[in-house]
């Protein structure tokens, strides 16, 4: 189920995570993330600032490959089918990456400190679709409302994907609730002209 | 245009959110906002906690009339129609205010740490909204829908309304662009089923 690199990042990753899971982060010390990966703190050092890297490093990649994908949605695409056009090559890296994303959404989540930081991570991502979309001659308006709206699909397929045992489910929940989605916005009166 | 309370509490906020904006906000001193506004610094700490909550204590406020429109709502109404009639009561709220709102988005946009207290803020209250919703029996996947879409939509028709000039525009913004978000979610193509 999970597949951990065996390259000394992965090791160190594998490491800093299950020693976050079984101390907790607060408790847990670059020493001993890489005295149990049986690798250096200089080691430790070349691929991480700092522990807290060590659960954000994934973000630069997670941005990288959905603004891909959104750079590869058709020319005449509405603005969230764009952003929406990234979910597919997502799921793909996220799968890889079940047990890791588990445990990690669980260390987050007991950490108020790390849950702020994964907002402004996440809000940054959105910025950057927005401004991917802006680069289309989408509205600022509806570039604004499709990147957030996309980043809120993402999220709660997210939430549902690392809360079941099913690493290959990921694509399908996003599908869901993008339909979810659609369902609750289309649910609501059109408003007397 | 601007109605600041002539209360000890408005006066406060007034003489603090000048100096934010004259100054900056980290060059700002309790002292000098109570000195501003004719006050003792001891006055000062009765009605706020530090110099922060002067731009944060309005939260409570918006939270409180919020979900009293959600409260309000008729209970056959759909989950994202019950997040949205809490806009109307915001909008009075807000259009009193104008002035220190547009100051506050100003100073808060300047500084990366307000803007971090401002998305948790945000984020606390949309998930105030989930539970609003999930005691009305709406399912937890629509619940976190309609709340970070309502709270999308909101933030989106803020953002607007503090870039023009006109304080009364508030309810006219949201329902605008509650009513993109719909062009928006309504234009990505259906699933193949």
Known sequence: MTRWKPD???RLMKAA???????????TTVTEIAERAGLTKRTFFRYFADKREVLF???EQLAE???RGVGDAPADAEPLAIVTAGFEPLAGIFEERFEFARLRAQIIAANPELVERELIKLQGLAGELERALL????SLNAAILAAQTGMTVF???FARWVEQDDPTSFGRLLAQSLEEL????????????
Not at 17 to 27: K, P, T
Request: net charge neutral; charged share 20%.
């Open 8 to 10: 000394a990042q992965g």
């Open 17 to 27: 995570i299950e020693l976050f899971a079984e101390r907790g982060y607060d408790a």
């Open 57 to 59: 490093s994934g973000a």
């Open 65 to 67: 490959v959905w603004l």
């Open 135 to 138: 680069a289309r001659v989408v």
């Open 155 to 157: 999220h709660v397929a």
């Open 182 to 193: 659609r369902e609750v916005v289309a649910a609501i009166p059109r408003p007397a002209v």
